[in-house]
């Protein structure tokens, strides 16, 4: 009976081994097959165990698990039916903003310097190639208008800020929403009433800021829920709500959710990824940045930044010297501006504004050695991309003292009229005429595509990830949008025609990650970004799965490129649980794209079971 035993355990343990065995080979094959291969060979994987889960039953409404062969030209790769989903401790990731991933790499940081919040991009073989899953409970967002005041909870479940700044009315907690009524650190009573107040100091007319147009572009450095840019739209200005994702945790993540004009970004070693002269004001109410730092190194970023005659309208406890740091802190900077030929324009209470010069006169009459000095004659102030700041004055070009002061016409008319900048790229006012008309015809024929899917408020946050010469935006002028207009790093700096347009936007490469946060653009326009990208060498995939992150459920693309491209998109979307909308030809609006395509898709609003389970 004993041998017999032995025998059966042996068969039993055998019988199991191999069971195990054929398991973890359909996981490898299985795993391989789906993961193994990507565009080009260019993207390299890193999957944790924990770090993702298929969607299969998890996914509401998942498809089957087969794959099929694609490629964007002739190089075939495998093309999964399903991706993994990342778990939930990723809904947020912003994998170049990615602390964890800083950690993993083992950066050597200066923390003092604010480096450990720029850019760092994980390596190709870390990146996490996985769907990112909504958090539990999402809906589709409010929409605009009213998102200005209110969004989900469920969206940005984070109510950190609503405790630690509920005596200056950020933001409130209300039943399923979050509230903003207006407030901010220096603007307890609303931002509307603090506008008005910063346009009474320059006498302005109306106390409106713009200043019958000439205020259209704006800099809010540590912005918070950047509620001081969203007062600022009611008077036709744009502000670019800048701030990092430091202890005030997702308040970008907030300025997006509720359609406001907004980026993740910091003033650290790097230059803000801006042109020259591309704002009318900066502005900075207790943002916690010491300007001092460095020979003003922050502070002549900001000089970079601003026109001629611009200004800068700091609201902190230096500006009116209580005690004897603040006062230390109040003369050093103000010696030091001066020295940077700002002047005051205004001051009052708790606000000091200073202004630009128009000119490069002041920076010739400054006794030899004086510091900060000019910045070298070959140095390029719209190089931007991973270009260390420099603590300098950028001096003015002949032209803009020539002109004495920017040369551009008052909003709304600057948005169709030549910018004085085109010369620099050898355009012709004719040839800006003719992009603005060939776009609008674009645009209205991509509304005209999408109009059985979107109605008057679906739009609000767009991002056009090629933007040329800002046209495509400008098109969008009536429709109660705004949009992010991006230029490759690697083509022509465009960028500050955008701005002198009265547009925003900012530098990017597409084989990287972009700085938001997922679910933050109702629809993206991408004009031969992908065949941009197979140049570079980059995975065409990779790019698939970042526009997913940001793109918001129940989004659009709008893609504009080559027919393998669309058929290599077209392989994707069930993968990617997205849905052709609409196909066009894009020969009947200009006949130098006769081999284009138009390709519209809509990303579904998918929840995993897990997120169900937490919202039931």
Same mark, same amino acid.
């Given at each position: 009976?004993?041998?017999?035993?032995?025998?059966?355990?042996?068969?039993?343990?055998?019988?199991?081994?191999?069971?195990?065995?054929?398991?973890?080979?359909?996981?490898?094959?299985?795993?391989?097959?789906?993961?193994?291969?990507?565009?080009?060979?260019?993207?390299?994987?890193?999957?944790?165990?924990?770090?993702?889960?298929?969607?299969?039953?998890?996914?509401?409404?998942?498809?089957?698990?087969?794959?099929?062969?694609?490629?964007?030209?002739?190089?075939?790769?495998?093309?999964?039916?399903?991706?993994?989903?990342?778990?939930?401790?990723?809904?947020?990731?912003?994998?170049?903003?990615?602390?964890?991933?800083?950690?993993?790499?083992?950066?050597?940081?200066?923390?003092?310097?604010?480096?450990?919040?720029?850019?760092?991009?994980?390596?190709?073989?870390?990146?996490?190639?996985?769907?990112?899953?909504?958090?539990?409970?999402?809906?589709?967002?409010?929409?605009?208008?009213?998102?200005?005041?209110?969004?989900?909870?469920?969206?940005?479940?984070?109510?950190?800020?609503?405790?630690?700044?509920?005596?200056?009315?950020?933001?409130?907690?209300?039943?399923?929403?979050?509230?903003?009524?207006?407030?901010?650190?220096?603007?307890?009573?609303?931002?509307?009433?603090?506008?008005?107040?910063?346009?009474?100091?320059?006498?302005?007319?109306?106390?409106?800021?713009?200043?019958?147009?000439?205020?259209?572009?704006?800099?809010?450095?540590?912005?918070?829920?950047?509620?001081?840019?969203?007062?600022?739209?009611?008077?036709?200005?744009?502000?670019?709500?800048?701030?990092?994702?430091?202890?005030?945790?997702?308040?970008?993540?907030?300025?997006?959710?509720?359609?406001?004009?907004?980026?993740?970004?910091?003033?650290?070693?790097?230059?803000?990824?801006?042109?020259?002269?591309?704002?009318?004001?900066?502005?900075?109410?207790?943002?916690?940045?010491?300007?001092?730092?460095?020979?003003?190194?922050?502070?002549?970023?900001?000089?970079?930044?601003?026109?001629?005659?611009?200004?800068?309208?700091?609201?902190?406890?230096?500006?009116?010297?209580?005690?004897?740091?603040?006062?230390?802190?109040?003369?050093?900077?103000?010696?030091?501006?001066?020295?940077?030929?700002?002047?005051?324009?205004?001051?009052?209470?708790?606000?000091?504004?200073? *202004? !630009?010069?128009?000119?490069?006169?002041?920076?010739?009459?400054? $006794?030899?050695? =004086?510091? +900060? %000095?000019?910045?070298?004659? #070959?140095?390029?102030?719209?190089?931007?991309?991973?270009?260390?700041?420099?603590?300098?004055?950028?001096?003015?070009?002949?032209?803009? *003292? !020539?002109?004495?002061?920017?040369?551009?016409?008052?909003?709304? $008319?600057?948005? =169709?009229? +030549? %910018?004085?900048?085109?010369? #620099?790229?050898?355009?012709?006012?004719?040839?800006?005429?003719?992009?603005?008309?060939?776009?609008?015809?674009?645009?209205?024929?991509?509304?005209?595509?999408?109009?059985?899917?979107?109605?008057?408020?679906?739009?609000?946050?767009?991002?056009?990830?090629?933007?040329?010469?800002?046209?495509?935006?400008?098109?969008?002028?009536?429709?109660?949008?705004?949009?992010?207009?991006?230029?490759?790093?690697?083509?022509?700096?465009?960028?500050?025609?955008?701005?002198?347009?009265?547009?925003?936007?900012?530098?990017?490469?597409?084989?990287?990650?972009?700085?938001?946060?997922?679910?933050?653009?109702?629809?993206?326009?991408?004009?031969?970004?992908?065949?941009?990208?197979?140049?570079?060498?980059?995975?065409?995939?990779?790019?698939?799965?970042?526009?997913?992150?940001?793109?918001?459920?129940?989004?659009?693309?709008?893609?504009?490129?080559?027919?393998?491209?669309?058929?290599?998109?077209?392989?994707?979307?069930?993968?990617?649980?997205?849905?052709?909308?609409?196909?066009?030809?894009?020969?009947?609006?200009?006949?130098?794209?006769?081999?284009?395509?138009?390709?519209?898709?809509?990303?579904?609003?998918?929840?995993?079971?897990?997120?169900?389970?937490?919202?039931?």
């Amino acid at each position: 009976m004993r041998g017999r035993s032995d025998g059966g355990q042996k068969k039993r343990l055998i019988t199991s081994l191999c069971a195990v065995a054929i398991f973890l080979g359909f996981l490898y094959v299985y795993y391989g097959s789906i993961f193994g291969s990507s565009s080009n060979g260019a993207s390299a994987l890193e999957y944790g165990g924990k770090s993702l889960r298929k969607i299969g039953s998890s996914y509401l409404g998942g498809d089957d698990e087969s794959s099929t062969k694609s490629g964007l030209e002739d190089g075939d790769v495998v093309v999964p039916k399903t991706f993994p989903v990342c778990d939930d401790r990723h809904s947020e990731l912003i994998p170049c903003l990615d602390r964890n991933i800083i950690y993993q790499m083992r950066l050597k940081l200066d923390l003092s310097v604010m480096e450990h919040y720029e850019r760092h991009c994980p390596p190709p073989e870390r990146r996490y190639n996985c769907l990112i899953p909504p958090p539990p409970g999402y809906k589709v967002p409010i929409k605009w208008p009213q998102s200005r005041d209110e969004v989900w909870k469920a969206n940005i479940p984070h109510t950190h800020l609503a405790h630690e700044k509920s005596d200056q009315n950020w933001m409130v907690v209300k039943g399923e929403k979050i509230v903003f009524p207006g407030g901010g650190t220096h603007f307890h009573y609303g931002a509307d009433k603090y506008i008005a107040s910063i346009a009474n100091m320059l006498n302005f007319s109306h106390n409106n800021l713009n200043n019958e147009g000439r205020v259209r572009t704006v800099l809010d450095v540590g912005c918070g829920v950047a509620s001081f840019g969203a007062y600022l739209l009611s008077s036709d200005i744009i502000a670019m709500s800048l701030a990092p994702n430091d202890v005030h945790q997702n308040q970008i993540q907030f300025a997006l959710e509720r359609g406001i004009p907004a980026c993740l970004g910091v003033l650290g070693t790097k230059r803000l990824p801006y042109p020259s002269r591309s704002f009318e004001l900066a502005h900075c109410s207790r943002c916690r940045i010491d300007w001092l730092q460095r020979d003003g190194i922050l502070l002549l970023e900001l000089d970079r930044l601003l026109r001629p005659g611009g200004y800068f309208a700091y609201s902190s406890p230096e500006a009116y010297a209580q005690d004897e740091e603040d006062l230390r802190i109040w003369k050093e900077m103000s010696a030091l501006v001066e020295r940077m030929c700002w002047r005051i324009a205004a001051k009052r209470n708790q606000t000091v504004i200073w *202004q !630009k010069p128009l000119t490069n006169d002041c920076y010739m009459e400054r $006794a030899p050695g =004086t510091n +900060p %000095p000019l910045c070298r004659s #070959d140095d390029d102030p719209d190089a931007v991309w991973g270009v260390p700041m420099e603590a300098c004055i950028t001096p003015y070009s002949d032209h803009d *003292q !020539k002109a004495k002061g920017s040369g551009l016409a008052p909003w709304p $008319a600057r948005l =169709t009229s +030549p %910018p004085p900048r085109l010369a #620099d790229f050898g355009y012709s006012n004719e040839m800006f005429e003719i992009d603005t008309e060939t776009w609008r015809q674009r645009v209205e024929n991509y509304w005209n595509l999408l109009s059985p899917k979107i109605e008057a408020n679906t739009l609000r946050n767009l991002m056009d990830m090629k933007a040329n010469m800002g046209s495509f935006a400008a098109a969008l002028k009536e429709r109660n949008v705004w949009v992010m207009n991006v230029i490759p790093e690697d083509g022509p700096n465009t960028l500050k025609l955008i701005y002198d347009r009265g547009l925003i936007g900012t530098t990017h490469n597409w084989c990287e990650a972009f700085s938001t946060y997922p679910r933050t653009y109702d629809l993206l326009h991408a004009w031969t970004v992908f065949s941009d990208i197979e140049k570079k060498g980059c995975s065409a995939e990779d790019l698939l799965l970042e526009m997913d992150r940001i793109l918001r459920p129940k989004g659009f693309i709008i893609i504009r490129d080559k027919q393998p491209v669309i058929d290599f998109v077209r392989k994707y979307l069930s993968a990617l649980h997205w849905e052709a909308v609409a196909t066009a030809d894009s020969s009947s609006d200009s006949e130098h794209e006769g081999d284009n395509v138009v390709f519209i898709v809509q990303k579904k609003l998918w929840l995993t079971s897990e997120s169900i389970l937490n919202s039931e």
